[in-house]
Antibody, heavy 119, light 108 residues
Framework: QVQLVQSGAEVKTPGASVRISCKAHGDTFSDSIVHWVRQAPGQRLEWVGWINGGNGYTKYLQKLQDRVTISRDTSATTVYMDLSRLESGDTAVYFC????????????WGQGTLVTVSP | SYVLTQPPSVSVAPGKTATFTCGGNNIRTKSVHWYQQNPGQAPVLVIS???DRPSGIPERFSGSNSGNTATLTITRVEAGDEADYYCQVWDSSGDHPVFGGGTKLTVL
């Protein structure tokens, strides 16, 4: 059973960029899709994007497409999410979650990373 | 994008049955997954593919999917079941997951 461990909380000013990491313990992402999902305070879960841990193919939420980049390291044990030109509306807890190939559910989740965007 | 509709809240007394609905256009043609989220924590998958319980999830949790509504049922509700519950499907046209708005369970 894979365990996903995310990097710590971040505080950024508007217009800055942030990078969050998600490390797999007990397995690699090479046979997985890794999703990033965010949750603004008191709001619903919102999918941000996913990466194919095997070939690196990515898919993003259309409204974030020009500001978000998801990548993985060469060992496929860590996935990153970069979000640029931060706005106050990006303040949220960001979760990574993985699905095995062919599965449409998110089986394992990281603990979440709070990103706060404030002047 | 595919839209999932959930009621904002459900209240039930301990020992009774809680029912959560998830509405979507012809949702019966999709696989529905359910997550439990406690405050300040990550979601946990409790039902996958409409009816399957992942390892470690009590038999009190069950799911069904028919017509335009999928349902999560928790029998013999306990205080520890108090949480937010989200449904999720895969939007095949957009090639990404879609979540409902979530339902908050209050155990009276």
């Amino acid at each position: 059973q894979v365990q996903l461990v995310q990097s710590g909380a971040e505080v950024k000013t508007p217009g800055a960029s942030v990078r969050i990491s998600c490390k797999a313990h007990g397995d690699t992402f090479s046979d997985s899709i890794v999703h990033w999902v965010r949750q603004a305070p008191g709001q619903r879960l919102e999918w941000v994007g996913w990466i194919n841990g095997g070939n690196g193919y990515t898919k993003y939420l259309q409204k974030l497409q020009d500001r978000v980049t998801i990548s993985r390291d060469t060992s496929a044990t860590t996935v990153y999410m970069d979000l640029s030109r931060l706005e106050s509306g990006d303040t949220a807890v960001y979760f990574c979650a993985n699905s095995t190939f062919g599965s449409s559910s998110a089986d394992y989740w990281g603990q979440g990373t709070l990103v706060t965007v404030s002047p | 994008s595919y839209v999932l509709t959930q009621p904002p809240s459900v209240s039930v007394a301990p020992g009774k049955t809680a029912t959560f609905t998830c509405g979507g256009n012809n949702i019966r043609t999709k696989s529905v997954h359910w997550y439990q989220q406690n405050p300040g924590q990550a979601p946990v998958l409790v039902i996958s593919y409409d009816v399957d319980r992942p390892s470690g999830i009590p038999e009190r949790f069950s799911g069904s999917n028919s017509g335009n509504t999928a349902t999560l049922t928790i029998t013999r509700v306990e205080a520890g079941d108090e949480a937010d519950y989200y449904c999720q499907v895969w939007d095949s046209s957009g090639d990404h997951p879609v979540f409902g708005g979530g339902t908050k369970l209050t155990v009276l």
